[in-house]
């Protein structure tokens, strides 16, 4: 009877932490189409770049893409649109790097209305399922900060990752950041269980791919 019991408290564990893992992966790859997909997050008023209030559709900022990144404890992603402030078809490529292209965007949170002095009505989030937490290989908090950015020139969403903290307070440093550190290559997010599994997970980003296909579900290798 014990041995039963067992058995069925392990496979609801592995069947619980899988779903943990899929709904990770999940809300990371929807984020790809939200920033393709733009639309307004409300539909009355934005506050324009300017400073002033602009009917939906004639404010002077661009929506660029999505900015995701977790808490301290690694229990809960965020995410918000971003927008560009300048006139993007007045920005110079030359022999700019993306990153430096990218610092010519100016971008920052999206302002939905006026009088709103951050993005907290139009953030988009996801609590890690069943006590499940981001961290890294050594099993301590996995900070993320996460940038997509919809190309101008193409229908391309580069990823920008970095493994930093980012204040929720100040988004638009926070954003600055992640382009300065951000990582070329994969960055890992090991998915901690909360209870013993056989197999241990991780979610892996991509900067060097292109959309959604840089959030793929890799092996727990490595992870404590």
Known sequence: MLTLVLVLTSSINNERYRDAVYSVHDFLQDQYSRASNVKNDRSSKIAGCSGQ???VGTSDCSVVGRFI??????????AVPVVSTVDLAKVEYGNKSDKEVLKSF?????????????????????NLLWGTKLVNEEGDPRSLSMLLIVSPA????????????SNGLNLEESIDKTITNSVNGELKLCIQPSAWV?????????SNSVNSSAVRVGSGEGCK
């Open 53 to 55: 209030t602009d009917t």
């Open 69 to 78: 990144y977790s808490n301290q404890e690694g229990s809960e992603l965020m």
């Open 106 to 126: 100016k971008v920052k949170p999206y302002q939905p209305k006026s009088g709103v002095k951050s993005s907290k009505d139009v953030i988009d989030s996801h």
């Open 154 to 165: 193409g229908n391309v969403t580069k990823t920008y990752v970095a493994p930093i903290y």
């Open 198 to 206: 056989s197999q241990k997970r991780s979610i892996v980003l991509d």
